[in-house]
């Protein structure tokens, strides 16, 4: 046994609303810079639909993540080392620009510096990548909210393994979403793919990271990824992704997507695996047996055999004790209501989802039955194999009995709740019908509905005795290195060539020059263009306005 | 004239390659990249850049085989002087063809895909500009010297020379009476090696063998502060 330890996240779909918020956020932090404006390490996809970018989960196409050979060995989907050595002079199935979509922003000089004229000037959407006058035609949401649906939801290749007739039910009855973020696998499958070996997991966190210093461009790893949460920065010819927040989770905070999350769906805690039982997992024969075979590879962090061998593993105390009280292990494995998404590509995601109930509920409602009544819920969860079925697909390979145990243990807390809280007597035997005490079930209510920041939040912080060794440590100026504050800019090489520059350093720089400098969209050159969505507030974009003096005629 | 253009320079087109590509890899990690374009474009890319990359390729095993190898070590392997001057001139036609037609699609791809060419620094330019000249001056010397003019043994002249710069006792004289097509090509992809550092060929040097020996996922643990890089550290 080699214990190791991962930072997980769960989310709770029931709650989610759509907002967004996570992923305007998490792109003000990470993604606001040239080379990425198309990027969204966290996006929010409406189910169904095609997802961002389109249809990134039919991997005939786009051949992410792991397979197993016929020789039942794993393999990497997009071919092995030696054939993507030969290809990597142009890499043949790389998503391209508009499989995401081109990224725009409008001509909003025009508005003021138009002259005097019948109608109202117009803002045109410019391309910010051909600096031209383009056509808006998609976006990382285009399809928020089922738009378009009767065109584009048909394209959702979840929806495409479930029957035909099964699909038109779908389409009326229910829609939920689904926020998304790298899912900082135990397998990644990226990682494999990078020929320059700059994509890493930590042993102490498990966070999947790319070394900016020693990726050399060869994209391989945009295809490695099933889920497509690695993205090519165009400007500078790196692969970048997301960081699971690391500059703050070192210091105990959580991630921004979920710092900012409206409805507090997130979750965030160590889990405890065996690292010598990953390849293994991944190795399962039947795509069905994953979800059972990944929860297998996690340690039980009460179990004082298992406490005893993180510690033999280096494993801080601090962080077995946070392991024990951790949410996301919770979730997972005493409760059994989270599941992993798309567990067939392999890769053992450590991202895991509680599956939305309240399509479920809806229903119910609709048909002006009780919906907080278990028996109807119950009955309701039979009945209803389409959504139960596009389920399955996204979080057990197919399986639909573990979404069905977990949407049942959901149905009955709502049922066996509604008891407590209206002050009758509760029935125990609501609890008991989907295998749990009436305790459990009320600590699960607890963690699902009530659980404050620090609850939701088990992160222990980096250790202090390794507070110098942090990427970016708290106990001293980030401005203090070498070279010193100053150091931003273009390299005489190509885009932001030269030395690397802390990333607190690097927004300090960014912030700076969208405050003073001449161009709105970062150091470019791309003519006049205003970016709103960068723009924090302060300052004054170039082109927001008109130029100040001297232009009076 | 001939000392300064076939000792000196070879002498200092290799430090300028060495020591630049020592001084980019400590000043320039984050910008030692291939830059690609494949995001904006990949239509032309996927049969430029193969056609390119693989023909080049085998231009440099012919530079090896050529350059490297003396002629008494083709001759006691039973190769007669014609046949291998048949077998280099065809198969470096070939692979020069296979590199210009590489070539010729990717500088048009550059040109006229608006993306892509407004990614296109000067510095990419003047690199392209060369690198253009000495395959374009290589190709030209093969075909011209070998088919039109009948045939000319490089291995008597160029290869010694290009070995004694290596033995470290050049010998200038060894080129001073070689075709002027083959000593513009020796002159520009000297110029080629002196610029290489500071373009985005650098890439040629991180070219990922190490892929096929390495364990598919690489752990690292939170690394120190990488000393920041410089002359002083």
């Not at chain 1, 723009?535 to 170039?542: A, E, K």
Request: glycine letters at 8%; a neutral charge.
């Amino acid at each position: 046994m080699r214990v190791m330890a991962q930072m997980a996240m769960v989310m709770n779909l029931d709650k989610c609303i759509g907002c967004h918020t996570c992923s305007v956020t998490c792109k003000q932090t990470w993604t606001n810079r040239t080379g990425v404006e198309y990027v969204w390490f966290n996006n929010v996809e409406t189910r169904p639909g095609l997802g961002y970018p389109r249809t990134y989960e039919d991997q005939e196409k786009w051949r992410g993540g792991w397979r197993l050979n016929k020789r039942g060995r794993l393999t990497l989907t997009a071919g092995g080392r030696v054939r993507k050595l030969l290809s990597i002079f142009a890499n043949p199935v790389m998503p391209r620009l508009e499989d995401y979509y081109e990224p725009w922003t409008y001509d909003y000089a025009t508005l003021t510096t138009a002259p005097l004229q019948e109608h109202p000037p117009v803002a045109r959407p410019k391309s910010l990548i051909t600096g031209e006058d383009t056509r808006i035609t998609w976006s990382a949401n285009w399809d928020d909210d089922l738009g378009g649906a009767l065109e584009h939801a048909r394209g959702d290749v979840v929806l495409a393994k479930v029957s035909e007739q099964v699909r038109f039910e779908f389409e009326k009855t229910f829609m939920f979403y689904l926020p998304r973020i790298c899912e900082h696998c135990l397998n990644p499958s990226c990682a494999a793919s990078c020929p320059s070996g700059a994509i890493y997991k930590r042993t102490e966190d498990g966070i999947v990271l790319v070394d900016q210093d020693k990726c050399r461009g060869w994209r391989m790893c945009v295809t490695g990824c099933p889920y497509k949460k690695i993205y090519f920065n165009h400007r500078t010819g790196k692969a970048e992704k997301c960081t699971f927040c690391y500059p703050r989770v070192e210091v105990g905070l959580p991630t921004v997507c979920s710092e900012t999350c409206v409805g507090r769906l997130r979750y965030i805690g160590l889990v405890l695996y065996d690292a010598d039982k990953v390849l293994e997992a991944a190795c399962t024969p039947d795509d069905t047996g994953l979800y059972e075979a990944q929860r297998k590879v996690f340690l039980d962090p009460h179990d004082p055999g298992v406490q005893r061998a993180a510690e033999e593993a280096g494993i801080p105390h601090d962080w077995i004790e946070a392991a024990g009280r951790s949410p996301v292990y919770a979730l997972i494995s005493t409760y059994k209501v989270a599941l992993p998404l798309h567990p067939e590509y392999r890769t053992l995601p450590m991202v895991w989802y509680i599956p939305p109930l309240s399509p479920v509920v809806d229903v119910v409602r609709d048909t002006g039955h009780d919906a907080e009544d278990t028996g109807n819920l119950f009955a309701a969860l039979d009945a209803l194999r389409i959504p139960i079925g596009y389920l399955a697909e996204l979080f057990t390979a197919g399986d639909p009995e573990p979404v069905e145990a977990s949407l049942r243990k959901l149905a009955a807390m709502r049922a066996y709740m509604r008891d407590i809280n209206l002050g009758r007597e509760p029935n125990e035997r609501i609890p008991q019908r989907v295998g749990m005490s009436g305790e459990s079930m009320y600590e699960m209510y607890r963690l699902l509905a009530l659980a404050k920041y620090d609850e939701r939040y088990v992160i222990p912080a980096a250790h202090a005795e390794q507070a110098q060794r942090l990427e970016e440590s708290v106990t001293e100026c980030s401005l203090d290195y070498e070279g010193g504050p100053g150091m931003g800019g273009s390299g005489p090489f190509g885009e932001t060539s030269g030395q690397p520059v802390p990333v607190a350093v690097e927004n300090f720089h960014v912030l700076r020059e969208r405050q003073t400098s001449d161009t709105a969209a970062g150091r470019l050159d791309r003519g006049a263009r205003v970016n709103l969505l960068n723009w924090d507030g302060n300052g004054r974009p170039d082109g927001l306005f008109p130029p100040r003096g001297g232009d009076d005629a | 004239m001939t000392v300064l253009l076939w000792v000196v320079l070879p002498y200092v087109a290799i430090l300028v390659f060495v020591l630049g590509h020592v001084w980019r890899y400590r000043y320039d990690k984050f910008g030692w990249t291939t830059r690609s374009s494949e995001l904006y474009e990949r239509r032309l890319l996927r049969l430029g850049s193969p056609l390119f990359h693989f023909g080049i390729l085998f231009v440099l095993l012919g530079h090896v085989g050529g350059l490297l190898i003396p002629e008494a070590w083709t001759d006691a392997a039973g190769l007669s002087e014609t046949a291998y001057h048949w077998i280099a001139v065809v198969l470096g036609t070939i692979a020069g063809v296979l590199t210009i037609s590489g070539m010729a699609i990717l500088i048009y791809r550059r040109r006229t895909v608006g993306p892509v060419f407004i990614a296109t620094t000067r510095n990419d330019k003047l690199m392209y500009l060369v690198l253009a000249v000495t395959i374009l001056l290589g190709l030209g010397a093969t075909f011209l010297a070998n088919v039109a003019a009948g045939g000319y043994d490089y291995r008597h002249t160029v290869s010694p020379w290009f070995r004694s710069v290596f033995l470290l006792r050049p010998d200038a004289q060894l080129m001073a009476h070689v075709p002027v097509l083959y000593q513009a090509h020796a002159l520009s992809a000297m110029t080629l090696f002196v610029i290489w550092p500071f373009t985005r060929l650098v890439h040629v040097l991180t070219a990922p063998v190490g892929y096929l020996t390495r364990p598919y996922i690489v752990y690292r643990s939170r690394t120190p502060r990488p000393a920041r890089r410089g002359w002083a550290s």
